[in-house]
C-alpha cells in the first residue's frame, strides 16, 4: 500500500494503441440484453438509458425519488417506443435500499441474470454528510453503494455468464480521480473534511474498484468483464448539488452560460459510458473518457488512469474495508480452499 507521502504523482496519458472513431451509431443490436442503470432519471444515466433501450435491451433504470424516476421513465419510452424499460427505485445511501432492490431482481430475473451493470449514480463535492449507514456520503454513495450493489448482483451477473454471454459492469470515474487520494488513516473524512478531496477521493475509489474487479474476475477465471469510464466534463444536474448549487442566483445563472461554452451535452458525455458498455472490442480493466484537450470532451477512446489508480495494494486494501464496511462479499470471486 502506498502512503499518501510516497504516494506517485505521475499520471500517464492514453495508452498506446488507444482506439477512437467512435459514436453511439454503433452501439449495435441490444436485443436479449438485461441492463441496469444507477441514477437512470437524470444526466448521463438518463441518456444512456434511452440509448441501450431504443437499441433493443432491456433496461432497469433506478432512482432514489419516485417522482423523479417516472418523469424519466415517460422520457425514455417517449424516444424509445415499445422499448422493454422499467422503474425501480435504489437508494444508494442505504446499504438496506440496495440489498432489497437486489434481492427483488435476483427473484424476478432468473435464469438469464444481469448482462449489463452501470455504477453511474453520484453526487459531487457536496457538504459534510453521511449515509444511513454513517459512511461520509460521497465515497458512501458513489464507492460503497456501488460495491455493495455490484456484490449482491454478483450472482445475477454470473448467471448471464452461465448462460453463454459475457456480463459487463461499467463504473463511472472522473478526472478528479487524479486528484483523488485514498486516506487510509481518515477513510471517512471525519478529522478533516473538504468537499472536492472527499469527490476525489471517491472517484479514485470507483476507479480501483472496477480495475480489482477486473484483476479478481481474471483470477477466478470468470468471463463477466469489468471497466471503467469517465464522461470528461457534462453540463448535467450534478454541478447544481456541489458547491455550484450553493452560489447566489445570479452567480450560478452567469456561470451557467460559461458552463454551456466549455461543457459537452449529456448526449454526448453518456458516449464513453455506451462504449464501454457495447462495444465487443472492450477488454476488461479498460478505462474510456473523451479524445478532446484534456479529455474535456469528443468521442471516446481508451485513456490512461493516475499511478495511483494503479496501486494493487491499496486497491486491495480498499475492497477489504469495502467488504467489512458493507458486509458483502464476492464470494463467487474467491479463490478455491487451499488455492495459494
Ligand atoms: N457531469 C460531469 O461532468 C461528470 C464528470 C465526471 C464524472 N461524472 C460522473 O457521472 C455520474 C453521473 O453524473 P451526472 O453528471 O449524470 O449527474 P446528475 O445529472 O446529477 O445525475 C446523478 C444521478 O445520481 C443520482 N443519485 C445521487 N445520489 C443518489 C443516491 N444516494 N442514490 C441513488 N441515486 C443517487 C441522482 O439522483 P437525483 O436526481 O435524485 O439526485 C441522479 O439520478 C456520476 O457518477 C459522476 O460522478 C460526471
Known amino acids: 500500500m502506498t502512503n499518501d507521502a510516497d504516494a506517485p504523482t505521475s499520471t500517464p496519458g492514453p495508452p498506446p494503441g488507444s482506439r477512437g472513431g467512435w459514436s453511439p451509431e454503433q452501439v449495435g443490436d441490444q436485443s436479449g440484453r438485461v441492463v441496469l442503470v444507477t441514477g437512470a432519471n437524470s444526466g448521463l444515466g438518463l441518456e444512456t438509458s434511452a440509448v441501450l433501450a431504443a437499441a433493443g435491451a432491456r433496461v432497469i433504470m433506478t432512482a432514489r425519488s419516485r417522482e423523479k424516476g417516472q418523469a424519466a421513465l415517460a422520457d425514455v419510452q417517449g424516444r424509445a417506443p415499445g422499448a422493454q424499460v422499467e422503474l425501480q427505485m435504489l437508494d444508494l445511501a442505504s446499504l438496506a435500499s440496495v440489498t432489497d432492490l437486489a434481492t427483488r431482481l435476483t ?6 441474470g444481469l448482462d449489463l451493470l452501470v455504477n453511474n449514480a453520484g453526487v459531487m463535492a457536496v457538504p459534510k454528510g453521511r449515509t444511513q449507514d454513517g459512511f461520509e456520503m460521497q465515497l458512501g454513495t458513489n464507492f460503497l453503494g456501488h460495491f455493495a450493489l455490484t456484490g449482491r448482483l454478483l450472482g445475477p451477473l454470473l448467471q448471464s455468464e452461465s448462460a453463454g454471454r459475457r456480463p459487463r459492469v461499467v463504473s463511472l470515474s472522473s478526472m478528479a480521480h487524479r486528484f483523488g487520494r485514498i486516506t487510509p488513516q481518515d477513510l471517512m473524512r471525519e478529522k478533516r473534511y473538504e468537499a472536492w478531496s472527499a ?7 470507483d476507479l480501483m474498484f472496477a480495475l480489482e474487479l477486473d ?21 448535467t444536474n450534478l454541478f447544481t448539488g456541489g458547491p455550484f448549487g450553493r452560489m447566489p442566483d445570479v452567480v450560478r445563472r452567469a456561470a451557467g452560460k460559461v458552463g454551456e461554452l466549455v ?20 477488454v476488461g480493466g479498460e478505462y474510456y473518457g473523451p479524445a478532446g484537450a484534456g479529455e474535456r470532451s469528443g468521442p471516446p477512446v481508451r485513456v490512461g ?9 491499496m486497491a486491495r486494501w480498499l475492497w477489504e474495508e469495502a467488504v467489512r464496511l458493507t458486509g458483502v462479499g464476492f464470494h463467487e470471486l474467491d479463490p478455491p480452499a487451499g488455492a495459494a
Do not use: F
Open 107 to 112: 427473484a424476478t430475473l432468473g435464469s438469464h
Open 305 to 313: 488512469t493516475s499511478a495511483r489508480a494503479q496501486d494493487v495494494d
Open 215 to 235: 484483476r479478481r474476475t481474471e483470477r477466478a477465471g470468470r468471463e463477466l468483464v469489468s471497466v471503467a469510464a469517465h464522461p470528461g466534463i457534462s453540463a
Open 199 to 205: 469527490y476525489g477521493q471517491s472517484k479514485l475509489a
Open 263 to 282: 461543457m459537452q451535452s449529456p448526449e454526448q458525455g453518456a458516449w464513453s459510458v455506451l462504449r464501454a458498455a457495447t462495444a465487443p472490442d472492450v
